[in-house]
């Protein structure tokens, strides 16, 4: 029994010693493996290859076709001559040429078992110092950067480049039309919804609060769940709400409905900009981007087209009662809503940055996403056979701690802690933009920003105002007064406009059916007067006494009856609600549609030259050459006391101003890298929002009173920007961080 004991036991350690040894052999095998492939891995390139032309490609060593370089041909030899990528596989293991074979590692197959060398370098990799760590990623970047351009570079720039321009650009475009929607449809609805002063003025500003969240929510957020994603989110939102505005009839739901609408598009320009810039290698890049630039301009001739087209229009318009009215500008704000929806509609089938996918260690999708950019400009150029020579692009190491919820948490939780953690991450990001690195860039940005966009908002909003001032004094010189005048027993059934009456008897007098605009009577006594079917704008009674009046179905209501004496005098069926009626103001609506849309358009020659010159001259010689011509122009404005003459300066302001704006875009997007790219340009897109508020405040309080203010401190501003936008660094000739 003893025996038997001792030979089973003998037994079970033979078989244990057997079993050590085929895995020592099995590990060692693996390693040698790893390490044969890894040296394969090692001779290919990633760099661009250097071609004569696009149609020949050097075969160096290689007989059947492919173009791997000859330092690689030894491979070939020693594996049989495998066939080149255009002729398919020869045997089952054999690889093509640029076909995607993994991440290779050279540690996977050594120390792998456990217990060996690589657990033990996991454990050291874990308790790391943070500076070694921060380090050693900062390297990554900048290995990523130089081989990013080269990639890039090698796949060109072609249809891929061009159809995301064009799904960018109604991006862009979107956010032009959102600047103009409220400012045309202002002068309507203010009378669809009985607006005050006040509240008219909150619903014009109310889209730049908005888009100021927009910017730093949405900027912050596309540098943590990627570009593409954050951009559909945006124009998703501002599509919705842009929607609802149309259909809702109350001022305080159209107002919350337009505040959503700009915190949707808020995040279009730092997402297209940056988003678009990972797609562009080094020579590109300055140029395309102000090409992508003109699609703001063109946002602001669709929305200016739309208006002249549609609001005019009155009769396009139902009600249900006066409890729902749907009048013409409401259509015009449901086709304002229409690029946003054909943006959404086109990035759909658009891919993620593959930076972003980079730079997050997510080497497979941002691989697959350069070769289809590849593919697809080869294609279009006509040379199908050319393959994506890249087999490994440099992945950045990851910094963010993982937060383990466990399958027992519940799902509210979760999500509660992902967006906890999310939130830090943003916070992180935006906070990083302020570190020692980035601090004096960051504030001289924040400078040029605010300084260009105080001036800039300020003084196109100052412009209109200005004209309307003009209309307006104008008008008055045209008033006809009437004083002391009797009228006994006379029917009024026609239009009464821009009058003044001062201390006049009217007797028996009837007014029936007539609209009264800008009329004023003043100190008149009105006895047994019949008003029916009264419509007015601008009309007031001021210190008048009514005897014995009925007013019956007029739209007369108290308000307009300023320190007047009512004696035995009735009101029936007053009309509800405000009325609209724009024939009133037809031609003047023309004139603002027609002005907006030629100072927009004014900014197509300064588009072309920015574009032109961007690489060519620099951005900041553009930048800072553009604010200082824009700063002479102000003083021009002295001289603007014609509607003609404020039209004219606003599309030479306009038009020099415009490349300023792009070389700004272009420098922002190049300061930064690439995991902070989209923070920083939201944040900055966020403080020009506010400035834009300050600004158009500012520059409005001084309409009919002084021209000065506003000339000197557009000028000022401006002279301020372009003197520190000197200080900021080149970036020409410069990879993308």
């Known amino acids: 029994m003893e025996d038997g004991y001792q030979n089973r036991t003998a037994f079970i350690k033979g078989a244990k010693d057997i079993a050590k040894e085929v895995k020592r052999q099995a590990s060692k095998k693996v390693g040698r ?55 398919g596989h020869d045997e089952d293991d054999e690889i093509y040429e640029g076909e995607y074979q993994g991440i290779p590692r050279a540690e996977s197959g050594k120390g792998s078992l456990a217990g060996g060398p690589g657990s033990v370098g ?20 900048e290995e990523l950067a130089q081989q990013y351009e080269t990639i890039l570079q090698e796949c060109g720039h072609g249809k891929f480049q061009w159809t995301l321009y064009f799904v960018l650009g109604m991006a862009l475009m979107a956010d032009g039309v959102e600047i103009f929607v409220v400012g045309f449809v202002l002068p309507s609805a203010e009378k669809d919804m009985c607006l005050s002063e006040p509240n008219k003025s909150m619903l014009g500003l109310i889209v730049y609060f908005g888009m100021m969240v927009g910017a730093f929510l949405w900027g912050a957020l596309a540098d943590r769940i990627g570009r593409r994603q ?96 749907f009048h013409s500008w409401r259509v015009f704000v449901l086709v304002c809503a229409f690029p946003s929806v054909a943006a959404i509609a086109a990035l759909s089938a658009m891919p993620e940055s593959p930076r972003f996918y980079l730079e997050n260690g997510k080497h497979d999708e941002g691989w697959m996403i350069l070769k289809q950019v590849h593919d697809t400009n080869m294609r279009a150029k006509g040379h199908p056979e050319k393959v994506f020579s890249v087999t490994t692009i440099k992945t950045v190491k990851q910094m963010d701690e993982l937060v383990d919820t466990g399958t027992d948490t519940p799902v509210w939780q979760r999500y509660r802690l992902k967006i906890m953690s999310l939130s830090q991450q943003m916070r992180n990001n935006i906070l990083a933009c302020f570190s020692p690195e980035y601090k004096r860039t960051t504030f001289m940005l924040m400078a040029v920003w605010f300084t260009m966009s105080f001036s800039y908002y300020g003084l196109t909003v100052w412009f209109p105002d200005m004209i309307k001032y003009i209309q307006k004094q104008e008008y ?55 008003f029916e079917d009264i419509t007015s704008t601008h009309t007031f009674f001021r210190n008048c006494t009514f005897i014995a009046s009925l007013f019956y179905n007029t739209d007369l209501f108290k308000y307009r009856f300023v320190n007047c004496k009512l004696v035995n005098s009735t009101f029936l069926h007053n009309k509800e609600g405000c009325i609209l009626d724009f024939s009133d103001d037809f031609n003047n609506a023309y004139m603002i549609y027609f ?22 001259i620099g951005r900041l010689r553009m930048l800072a050459g553009s604010s200082v011509i824009s700063c002479v122009s102000c003083f021009f404005l002295m001289f603007g006391n014609s509607e003609s003459g404020m039209i004219a300066l606003l599309c030479l302001f306009g038009g020099i101003s415009i490349a300023s ?77």
């Open 122 to 141: 996991a454990a050291a990799q874990q308790f790391r110092d943070i500076g070694v760590s921060e380090a050693e990623r900062r390297k990554d970047q």
């Open 230 to 325: 954050s951009l559909l989110i945006s124009l998703s939102i501002n599509s919705i709400f842009s929607f609802f505005s149309s259909f809702v009839q109350g001022y305080s739901t159209f107002l919350f409905c337009r505040l959503l609408s700009g915190v949707g598009i808020g995040g279009s320009i730092p997402i297209v900009f940056s988003y678009y810039s990972e797609f562009l290698s080094q020579e590109k890049r300055g140029e395309h981007l102000s090409w992508l630039c003109m699609f703001w301009m063109i946002g602001g001739i669709y929305a200016s087209a739309m208006a002249w087209a549609i609001i005019p229009h009155y009769g396009w318009s139902f009600q249900m009662g006066s409890a729902y009215q």
């Open 476 to 530: 008055e010189s045209r008033t006809k007064t009437f004083t002391k005048e009797r009228v006994d027993h006379i029917t009024f059934n026609f239009t009464l406009e821009n009058q003044v009456h001062r201390q006049g008897h009217y007797f028996n007098d009837k007014f029936l059916n007539l609209k009264m605009k800008s009329m004023v009577f003043e100190d008149s006594v009105f006895e047994e007067c019949y």
């Open 595 to 616: 002005v907006n849309f030629l100072g927009t358009l004014a900014v197509l020659p300064g588009n072309i030259v920015s574009a032109l010159l961007m690489d060519k």
């Open 33 to 87: 493996s790893v390490d044969r492939m890894t040296d394969e891995y090692s001779k290919r390139s990633y760099s661009r290859f250097e071609e004569d032309d696009d149609d020949d490609y050097p075969m160096q060593g290689s007989q059947d076709g492919g173009y791997y370089r000859g330092d690689s041909q030894a491979a070939n030899d020693d594996e049989g001559g495998h066939s080149d990528s255009t002729e």
């Open 661 to 737: 704006w792009n070389a700004l875009d272009v420098i922002t997007v190049e300061l930064y890298p690439s995991d902070k790219r989209t923070t920083a340009f939201g944040f900055l897109n966020a403080l020009c929002k506010l400035a834009a508020v300050l600004g158009i405040s500012i520059f409005q309080s001084f309409v009919g009173i002084t021209k000065a203010v506003p000339i000197l401190f557009a000028a000022g501003a401006l002279a301020a920007g372009s003197f520190l936008a000197t200080k900021l660094p080149e970036t020409r000739g410069q990879v993308l961080q």
